[in-house]
């Protein structure tokens, strides 16, 4: 299929490499698109990779990943064009991180609303799942970690476009994906981010995720 990336950053090109790895077409989309760094992305991932601007990527892809950053998620769905998002799969990665006050950060956006549910609103006619936001980048495509990699947590309101995402993490290499529900949810999981953020500084273990385990 063809995949749009909204968003140029480590998590844009990580994502949009895995998609290109599994035998999809991606186009990043950024405010940049001849920079430096996506130049070195489209070596890589060769002639299935592309990059344009957000409206171009948000056009071109029958699935998007919106993964700029927090403060960032509004301008980029104007320039991308609320209009293109209208009926397609939106995995949103997006958190709402606040590092006004330095590090570690805290959120912007919370607790009793969520970038997710933002998009949502901004986006009606799209299917937002709330996807990848909580583990690194490290770990978003083939994730390699000590007693095997977790369960994925995920939210949104449409219950086909969850398990289409579910599909795609496990292409990925994830195990599966715990749903938590409607997109309401996003409000917790963003707020897990900033929970991740200290337990990896008191770790020093920033290739880390949080994993469920069953009794």
Known sequence: MRVGVLGSGDVGRMLGRGFVAKGHEVMIG????????????????GAKGSTGTFAE???????????VQGAAVATAIDLAGPE??????????????????????????????SLGEQIQRKLPK?????????????LMV???VAGGPPDMMIC??????KARTVEILKAFGWPGAIDLGGIENARWLEALVPLWVRVAASLNAWNSAFKILRG
Do not use: H, Y
């Open 156 to 161: 949104g309101n449409d219950v086909a476009a």
């Open 84 to 113: 293109s998002f209208a009926g397609k799969i939106v995995l949103d990665t997006t958190n709402a991180l606040d590092f006004s006050k330095g590090m570690p950060p805290g959120l912007f956006v919370g607790l009793t609303d």
């Open 142 to 144: 083939d994730p390699k």
């Open 57 to 67: 990527s948000a056009t071109f892809g029958e699935l998007l990943v919106l993964s």
């Open 30 to 45: 950024s405010r940049s698109p001849k920079s430096e760094a996506l130049q070195t992305w489209r070596a890589e991932v």
């Open 126 to 138: 799209a299917r937002v799942v709330k996807c990848f936001n909580i583990v690194p980048n490290s």
